[in-house]
């Protein structure tokens, strides 16, 4: 591809390059058409393409491109790729679509685009992903955190201020520890809506907390939570809690061909399969809860619909047994008190 600027620059026909290119932006342009009438004809095979693309057009390339490659969502991944690349907001994107995009951005969009279409998440590309409102830094070390997981928070948060949840915390607050806490997505959302929680935060991955301890930095929420490692809740000493939350790996080697190629190729496996079932690491974590949870206190856990009677089955013992469902209708949230 010829810059035309340059082309015609180069073959003295500059007085023609603004009303000929203004007139064709982003088509070929036939040489003829400008050597008609600068007196003076070019080769009729050489074509003058342009290079300029807007901000718009590269948009609609690039939705055009990820569906192409069978990329969820494209226009949403490419809106997400294109602000990464330009350091805008939406709104930018859809107020200046005339707007040019340089060299270097294009070089850039275009390789963001590529990495997407072999599988990368998109968070893992830009680095960030948003969750309860506030903008996490994401890495390969942790599980991109997802709308669903909100419906813990939920969960936790509506049982948290209730009058008698509270009335069990004797030195009025209350405690909660995050177990596998990834991005550190709950424990910071938590920390956010219950100002007065002692909150931990744990997990078996030393770079997952790394990234966890650099959220609640950035958030300036790293004195409100406590980070740990720990399988589970092996190798913690404090207890006994109000609130034993997690999102723990609940899906099963079995289901693996379902799951989006994104995810079984790129995010961390360990954060993703449980074992066989789905139902392995659950199995572990509510008989640890049960021990560390004060009476009345709530065991709160991401599930899906595949495990959800297996987890009801584990919960036999427990009071007040709850399976929310998401906006998909899927169950999602599985919630029970200690007796």
């Given at each position: 591809?010829?810059?035309?600027?340059?082309?015609?620059?180069?073959?003295?026909?500059?007085?023609?390059?603004?009303?000929?290119?203004?007139?064709?932006?982003?088509?070929?342009?036939?040489?003829?058409?400008?050597?008609?009438?600068?007196?003076?004809?070019?080769?009729?095979?050489?074509?003058?393409?342009?290079?300029?693309?807007?901000?718009?057009?590269?948009?609609?390339?690039?939705?055009?491109?990820?569906?192409?490659?069978?990329?969820?969502?494209?226009?949403?991944?490419?809106?997400?790729?294109?602000?990464?690349?330009?350091?805008?907001?939406?709104?930018?994107?859809?107020?200046?679509?005339?707007?040019?995009?340089?060299?270097?951005?294009?070089?850039?969009?275009?390789?963001?685009?590529?990495?997407?279409?072999?599988?990368?998440?998109?968070?893992?590309?830009?680095?960030?992903?948003?969750?309860?409102?506030?903008?996490?830094?994401?890495?390969?070390?942790?599980?991109?955190?997802?709308?669903?997981?909100?419906?813990?928070?939920?969960?936790?948060?509506?049982?948290?201020?209730?009058?008698?949840?509270?009335?069990?915390?004797?030195?009025?607050?209350?405690?909660?520890?995050?177990?596998?806490?990834?991005?550190?997505?709950?424990?910071?959302?938590?920390?956010?809506?219950?100002?007065?929680?002692?909150?931990?935060?744990?997990?078996?991955?030393?770079?997952?907390?790394?990234?966890?301890?650099?959220?609640?930095?950035?958030?300036?929420?790293?004195?409100?939570?406590?980070?740990?490692?720990?399988?589970?809740?092996?190798?913690?000493?404090?207890?006994?809690?109000?609130?034993?939350?997690?999102?723990?790996?609940?899906?099963?080697?079995?289901?693996?061909?379902?799951?989006?190629?994104?995810?079984?190729?790129?995010?961390p496996r360990a954060?993703?399969?449980?074992?066989?079932?789905?139902?392995?690491?659950?199995?572990?974590?509510?008989?640890?809860?049960?021990?560390?949870?004060?009476?009345?206190?709530?065991?709160?856990?991401?599930?899906?619909?595949?495990?959800?009677?297996?987890v009801r089955e584990?919960?036999?013992?427990?009071?007040?047994?709850?399976?929310?469902?998401?906006?998909?209708?899927?169950?999602?949230?599985?919630?029970?008190?200690r007796p």
């Amino acid at each position: 591809m010829i810059p035309c600027e340059y082309f015609v620059k180069d073959f003295g026909l500059k007085s023609l390059r603004n009303p000929k290119i203004a007139r064709y932006p982003g088509k070929l342009i036939l040489p003829q058409w400008l050597g008609a009438r600068s007196g003076r004809h070019l080769p009729s095979l050489f074509l003058i393409t342009i290079s300029r693309v807007t901000l718009g057009e590269a948009l609609k390339s690039a939705i055009q491109s990820l569906t192409a490659a069978g990329v969820p969502s494209p226009r949403l991944n490419a809106e997400l790729l294109l602000m990464f690349t330009l350091a805008c907001d939406r709104a930018h994107l859809y107020g200046h679509p005339e707007r040019e995009l340089t060299k270097e951005e294009q070089t850039r969009y275009s390789e963001t685009l590529a990495e997407r279409s072999t599988g990368i998440p998109t968070q893992y590309i830009t680095g960030h992903q948003e969750f309860w409102g506030m903008d996490l830094i994401v890495t390969p070390a942790v599980l991109v955190p997802r709308p669903e997981t909100e419906h813990v928070v939920e969960k936790v948060v509506a049982r948290a201020k209730d009058k008698t949840v509270r009335a069990l915390s004797t030195a009025g607050a209350i405690a909660i520890v995050d177990v596998g806490t990834g991005s550190g997505c709950i424990a910071l959302a938590l920390a956010k809506e219950l100002p007065q929680a002692e909150i931990q935060a744990t997990d078996i991955s030393a770079a997952a907390l790394e990234i966890a301890r650099a959220n609640a930095a950035r958030h300036q929420l790293d004195d409100r939570i406590h980070f740990s490692r720990s399988d589970l809740l092996t190798d913690i000493d404090e207890a006994p809690f109000d609130f034993v939350v997690s999102n723990p790996p609940y899906v099963g080697e079995a289901e693996e061909d379902q799951v989006q190629l994104e995810v079984r190729k790129f995010e961390p496996r360990a954060a993703v399969f449980a074992g066989p079932t789905g139902i392995e690491v659950i199995a572990r974590l509510i008989p640890q809860a049960f021990e560390k949870l004060k009476p009345g206190g709530s065991v709160v856990i991401e599930i899906s619909g595949t495990i959800s009677s297996h987890v009801r089955e584990l919960l036999s013992d427990w009071k007040n047994v709850e399976i929310t469902k998401d906006l998909q209708g899927i169950a999602r949230v599985a919630a029970a008190e200690r007796p």
